[in-house]
């Protein structure tokens, strides 16, 4: 069954309500139809894998390009996807809701902002919440019912800075955004204070430390939990590894791969064959 943007739109809003989910993050159509046929309920693009897809390293990759890519995500899978929208393509808060509303029309149901970029840095919080405040306004006079999850990075360059990062979650979630955000935060009492913080608006939290099991991130409140590059980067760890071998002479790294049967088992229900 195909499923409507307004129906991925409601299962997006309802996982959001109560529980606490994984929302992997595929690179390509590809893993993004075998983490859904896994049962994954939502996924989440990621700029780094998607840039490394296309031989570049994170966060230099076009806005039409990231655009394209989404409208093939969203148009491959019945699960809603949540676009890593990095810092909106623009530095302005009217360039911002501009390119939020080209994000919304690939189909997502759910877009991310962050408030660094690489010329400017760590945006102020004044000025990071009117960013925040112009993708509300896109998303609302849309018409469309796409969640808004507002990032804040400064822990991925100090993870100390557990303060700042909790005022800027206050005051996104205070601007209107329905999702918060912090990668980097890994300290139990840092996550539910996260959490106590914007309540009763969700908190996801990218998985730093694999160790945390999803049960533990439940007990603290946590709502959603992504892996951001990391399943990208395992694949690539296996691919580079066995290549280094293949370079050297050794052959016996390709055994470790995935039966082809099983792969095209998998995605055989996604494609009808004439």
């Given at each position: 069954?195909?499923?409507?943007?307004?129906?991925?739109?409601?299962?997006?809003?309802?996982?959001?309500?109560?529980?606490?989910?994984?929302?992997?993050?595929?690179?390509?159509?590809?893993?993004a139809r075998m983490l859904a046929g896994m049962g994954f309920p939502a996924l989440a693009s990621t700029s780094?894998?998607?840039?490394?897809?296309?031989?570049?390293?994170?966060?230099?990759?076009?806005?039409?390009?990231?655009?394209?890519?989404?409208?093939?995500?969203a148009a491959a899978v019945d699960v809603p996807i949540n676009a890593d929208f990095e810092a909106g393509f623009?530095?302005?808060?009217?360039?911002?809701?501009?390119?939020?509303?080209?994000?919304?029309?690939?189909?997502?149901?759910?877009?991310?902002?962050?408030?660094?970029?690489?010329?400017?840095?760590?945006?102020?919080?004044?000025?990071?919440?009117?960013?925040?405040?112009?993708?509300?306004?896109?998303?609302?006079?849309?018409?469309?019912?796409?969640?808004?999850?507002?990032?804040?990075?400064?822990l991925l360059h100090d993870p100390k800075a557990i303060g700042p990062a909790l005022d800027k979650l206050v005051?996104?979630?205070?601007?209107?955004?329905?999702?918060?955000?912090?990668?980097?935060?890994?300290?139990?009492?840092?996550?539910?204070?996260?959490?106590?913080?914007?309540?009763?608006?969700?908190?996801?939290?990218?998985?730093?430390?694999?160790?945390?099991?999803?049960?533990?991130?439940?007990?603290?409140?946590?709502?959603?939990?992504?892996?951001?590059?990391?399943?990208?980067?395992?694949?690539?760890?296996?691919?580079?590894?066995?290549?280094?071998?293949?370079?050297?002479?050794?052959?016996?790294?390709?055994?470790?791969?995935?039966?082809?049967?099983?792969?095209?088992?998998?995605?055989?229900?996604?494609?009808?064959?004439?």
């Amino acid at each position: 069954m195909t499923k409507s943007t307004a129906e991925k739109y409601a299962a997006f809003r309802k996982l959001h309500e109560s529980g606490t989910f994984i929302i992997p993050n595929p690179w390509d159509v590809g893993s993004a139809r075998m983490l859904a046929g896994m049962g994954f309920p939502a996924l989440a693009s990621t700029s780094s894998g998607f840039a490394w897809t296309r031989g570049r390293p994170d966060n230099a990759v076009a806005l039409d390009d990231v655009l394209d890519h989404l409208t093939e995500l969203a148009a491959a899978v019945d699960v809603p996807i949540n676009a890593d929208f990095e810092a909106g393509f623009a530095r302005e808060p009217e360039g911002v809701a501009n390119n939020v509303r080209r994000a919304i029309a690939t189909g997502i149901a759910g877009v991310s902002i962050e408030d660094f970029d690489a010329e400017s840095g760590l945006y102020e919080k004044g000025f990071a919440v009117e960013r925040i405040v112009a993708a509300v306004k896109a998303i609302r006079s849309s018409g469309t019912d796409v969640l808004l999850v507002a990032r804040t990075e400064g822990l991925l360059h100090d993870p100390k800075a557990i303060g700042p990062a909790l005022d800027k979650l206050v005051a996104f979630a205070e601007a209107g955004a329905d999702v918060l955000y912090a990668p980097g935060v890994a300290d139990k009492d840092d996550i539910a204070a996260m959490v106590r913080a914007v309540a009763p608006k969700p908190v996801n939290v990218l998985a730093v430390r694999p160790e945390i099991s999803l049960q533990e991130y439940a007990d603290l409140g946590v709502r959603r939990i992504s892996v951001g590059g990391a399943l990208a980067r395992v694949g690539w760890n296996a691919v580079l590894s066995t290549a280094e071998a293949l370079r050297q002479g050794d052959l016996r790294g390709l055994a470790s791969g995935a039966p082809s049967k099983r792969l095209n088992t998998a995605f055989a229900s996604w494609t009808q064959v004439p």
